[in-house]
């Protein structure tokens, strides 16, 4: 009799709900995409000749382990002057393969097995499978629609128990756009010191943002010391497939995290690092104009949903939008499927981002005007039909 040669960890593993509507979408033809949660923005000229330069120069080799030091430098300098938030090059940032990594070795530095992590929902595809493979236990709270799917402090001391390790917050959030104000990061920060919490902050979209400054968590007192700052160049930047981001924290924490980064990556891709340093030194007129464009985009697209009746709440960051499907009657899945197949726009559904998802899409903004105003029009042309 052959051995089950897999894991009961690997075998329990879902694949992604996202991958099921890409892969569907990948067959058919002249399919509007509002799936993908990429910028349609090429990275600026400028960085990718820094790494083509890097080539050039002979800088292929490892870097040190948790990153060039010049890079470190830069990040240290570029998180003070837009966040005001210090952090070490020498000691507390970790140069990553992208924040997903960065959130992985962070959730297996600090979690024993049975260890509780509290996941806020809608929340990115991501977040519960690295706990379970950590070995830690996933607590999900719903964030919910009436409140602009912002968590309520109540709702985190409700899950609380003495198994609670840390909370896993991302704001702006993915899939819904929705973005914690300081009084509400306050709030949030006295239920972590109240119950000696860490906090993983995922800011990968921090310079997204629309219509108020962004405070990052590690900001607020008392949190410094208790957050894991996850970020990284991919959305900000336009820099998905350079697969680079980076982790901050105290440094007993980065220290442990770096033993883990060592032994299963060695290092960030050393080109991809070069082009990083010149994104941070001269990158940040390229990142405002993409956000001002971001932000034409969503006006366009939540006006347009809620004008055809899906109603829409305006995310105050990232680049996405999260309308309600309900007035249909039909399902997240039903929905995006439909959608898909009679009118080739390509969404996803609300549920695979968890349980409060469910009666919602979420839809990308981060395509051209144009493509989303063909897909308003696909869309339109769908409801009418179910009406």
């Known amino acids: 009799m052959k051995k089950n040669y897999l894991s009961k960890k690997a075998q329990a593993l879902k694949p992604s709900g996202i991958r099921r509507f890409f892969d569907l979408a990948a067959g058919m033809k002249g399919v509007v995409s509002l799936g993908v949660g990429e910028p349609d923005f090429v990275t600026p000229w400028t960085v990718r000749e820094a790494a083509i330069l890097s080539i050039e120069q002979g800088y292929t080799s490892y870097s040190a382990n948790a990153g060039l030091l010049e890079l470190r430098k830069e990040i240290s300098g570029y998180m003070k002057k837009q966040f005001n938030v210090m952090y070490s090059p020498s000691s507390e940032i970790i140069v990553t393969v992208g924040a997903s990594q960065a959130i992985d070795i962070a959730m297996r530095t600090i979690l024993d097995p049975g260890d509780e992590v509290i996941i806020i929902e809608p929340c990115f595809v991501s977040y519960s499978p690295m706990v379970d493979m950590a070995g830690g236990v996933p607590v999900h709270v719903q964030a919910l629609k009436e409140n602009d799917f912002k968590i309520l402090p109540s709702q985190l001391e409700e899950v609380i128990t003495e198994k609670t390790k840390a909370i896993l917050l991302c704001s702006p959030n993915n899939p819904t756009g929705s973005m914690l104000n300081k009084k509400e990061l306050e709030e949030i920060a006295e239920i972590a010191v109240k119950y000696d919490l860490l906090v993983i902050a995922d800011e990968i979209y921090a310079e997204l943002v629309y219509d108020e400054e962004y405070t990052s968590l590690a ?35 980065t220290q442990a995290m770096l033993k883990i980064h060592q032994y299963a990556i060695m290092c960030a891709p050393t080109m991809a690092q070069f082009a990083a340093i010149e994104a941070l030194k001269n990158g940040r007129s390229d990142v405002e104009e993409m956000v001002k464009s971001y932000r034409r985009r969503r006006n366009y697209i ?23 499907i309900e007035s249909t009657g039909l399902s997240s899945e039903e929905f995006a499927e439909r959608l898909l197949l009679e009118e080739s726009v390509a969404v996803v559904p609300g549920n695979v981002f968890g349980v409060s998802g469910e009666g919602h899409i979420r839809c990308s903004y981060a395509t051209s005007m144009e493509q989303l105003q063909e897909a308003v029009k696909r869309m339109n042309r769908f409801i009418n039909k179910l009406i």
């Open 302 to 324: 939540v006006q347009s949903f809620n004008d055809m009746g899906l109603t829409c709440h305006t995310p105050g960051g990232a680049f996405y939008a999260f309308p309600s």
């Open 219 to 253: 900001l607020i007192k008392g949190m410094r010391e208790r957050t894991i700052l996850i970020s990284g160049f991919s959305k900000g930047f336009a820099m998905t497939g350079w697969r680079l981001g980076f982790v901050c924290a105290p440094e007993e924490i």
